[in-house]
Every structure is written in C-alpha cells, then in structure tokens.
C-alpha cells in the first residue's frame, strides 16, 4: 500500500501568508496526486489535481508542483476563506489520503 | 447541477447492517466511476470502495473487505453501500464521490451521511 505522509499537521499563518503544505508518498506515485480543502462539517473540494492542475473554479492563488515522491501545495496570499484542513491524495493505485494539515488563524 | 446526494445513515448496533445510497443528478451517472470514502469523527479521509461504470468492476480497502458491498444501478442514477457485520471503529460520515475522467482523483463529492454504531 502507498502511504502518504503530509507536514506540517497543523499550520497557523495570518491573512497575506504565503502558505506551503508538503506532501510525501511512500514509493513514486509519478503525478497522480490530488490535493483538496475541507471546512468543518463540510465535505472535501477538489483544488488540484495531476499534481499542479487548477481544478475549474479554484483561485489561481492556489497552486501544486512536484512529482514521483514529493509535493507541495502553496497559497500564494492566504485569504480568510482558506482556513481549513487540506489533504492530499494519492490515485496512482487505489487511493490513499494524507493524515491533512490544519490552516489556522495565526 | 451535478449533484451527489447520500442517504441511509444512523443508528446501528455493533454486529448489524446498514444500506446506504447515493442519487447522482446533473451528469451522465452510467458514464462515471464511483468510490465510497469516510471520515471517522476527528479523523483523516479514508477511501473505501470503487466501481466502475458498468459495476462489474469493484474493489475494497482492507478494512471493509468482506463486510461492505458496493453496487450500483445505473437506472435509478444511484450508488449503494451494503455494510454487515459492523464495529464501533465503522462510526464515521460516509461520502459518495465521483471519479474524474480521465484520471482517477474525486471531483464531486456528496455532503455526506452519518452512520453511529453503538449499542
């Protein structure tokens, strides 16, 4: 089984951080990474996908690089609406969720 | 709209059984993958199931195998989750969620339905 292993687990920033949230796969997953964003109680949102493709309707502050073992995701100015726990995904086989990084108010 | 919509969900006691279901609207549900993922409370995501678009295809995460069922009737535009034999550690909010095309990450997802077991 592939394990996912993201840091930190919890982040605190201010509004205008600029935000990177790492991500880890335990063997290489090539680009088949996924990287979504939930509100409590709500369910998880789509941001990337493909490591660094911009789902439709996301802000471009949003954005993801890296490939075979190592990922980020950053936001580029932190908005208030991006408080949040965000996970990522690996979908190269099966699919594994990462433990998620909590975005708090700093 | 494209909307996922789960239902079924409550109050169960340790060792019994539970349906869930999924009504997909806005798309082409026949065309569509689908997997079951749930979040135990204060909890990581979890996927556990997957069947393709004909539902001849499926596949489990080790720790439903054996005990949960997923179907699906491309008819009635629903999913389904036939779980047995069920544990405390089942307790969790069930989502339903689409597969993209043509690669395999979750893009609509339902709001969810909450399953408790407890006695």
């Known amino acids: 089984d592939i394990q996912m292993t993201q840091s930190p687990s919890t982040l605190s920033a201010s509004v205008g951080d600029r935000v990177t949230i790492t991500c880890r796969a335990s063997?290489?997953?090539?680009?088949?990474l996924a990287w979504y964003q939930q509100k409590p109680g709500k369910a998880p949102k789509l941001l990337i996908y493909?490591?660094?493709s911009l789902e439709s309707g996301v802000p471009s502050r949003f954005s993801g690089s890296g490939s075979g073992t190592e990922f980020t995701l950053t936001i580029s100015s932190l908005q208030p609406d991006d408080f949040a726990t965000y996970y990522c995904?690996?979908?190269?086989?099966?699919?594994?969720f990462g433990q998620g990084t909590k975005v708090e108010i700093k | 709209e494209v909307q996922l919509v789960e239902s079924g969900g409550g109050l169960v006691q340790p060792g019994g059984s539970l349906r869930l279901s999924c009504a997909a609207s806005?798309?082409?549900?026949?065309?569509?993958?689908m997997n079951w993922v749930r979040q135990a409370p204060g909890k990581g995501l979890e996927w556990l199931s997957y069947i393709n678009s004909n539902g001849r295809t499926t596949y489990y995460a080790d720790s439903v195998k054996g005990r949960f069922t997923i179907s699906r009737d491309n008819a009635k535009n629903s999913l389904y989750l036939l779980m047995n034999s069920l544990r405390a550690e089942d307790t969790a909010v069930y989502y339903c969620?689409?597969?993209?095309?043509?690669?395999?990450?979750?893009?609509?997802w339902g709001k969810g339905t909450t399953v408790t077991v407890s006695s």
């Open positions: 493909k490591a660094s």
């Open positions: 806005g798309f082409t549900f026949s065309n569509y993958e």
């Open positions: 995904q690996q979908y190269n086989a099966f699919w594994t």
């Open positions: 063997q290489s997953i090539s680009s088949w």
């Open positions: 969620a689409r597969v993209g095309t043509p690669h395999q990450y979750m893009d609509v």
